[in-house]
């Protein structure tokens, strides 16, 4: 899959299913399950232009990165899965925390979604 050449819609469509599969279950829906959240922070990207647009970019891209986690810490507590499993979400984690870009993020997601598959 050629994730590089989606357009920021097609990444909310797989980040909002991502959303919805690890909160299979829970009475969870929030604003920032949809994709929008993640064309968003595409557009907020593209469109720095000071200091202050940077650092509301950086605000925002903190908080998806928040909800991912949170998502995934709560599949993790939900699902049956193998040790192996868990430890590859776990690891996924670890990659939100230390991704940088939007497109770092949707690379994470994929995988996320190929590994609850």
Do not use: W
Request: hydrophobic share 30%.
């Amino acid at each position: 899959m050629e994730i590089e050449n989606f357009t920021p819609y097609q990444h909310g469509m797989f980040y909002e299913n991502f959303m919805k599969r690890a909160f299979k279950g829970s009475k969870t829906t929030t604003q920032e399950m949809r994709g929008s959240t993640i064309e968003n922070i595409y557009r907020l990207k593209e469109n720095i232009s000071s200091d202050k647009d940077y650092d509301f970019y950086y605000d925002q891209f903190d908080k998806v990165q928040e909800h991912i986690i949170k998502a995934l810490n709560y599949y993790l507590s939900k699902q049956k899965m193998t040790e192996e499993q868990k430890f590859e979400l776990r690891l996924q984690i670890i990659k939100i925390k230390k991704s940088m870009s939007p497109g770092d993020l949707m690379k994470i997601i994929y995988d996320c979604l190929e590994l609850t598959n």
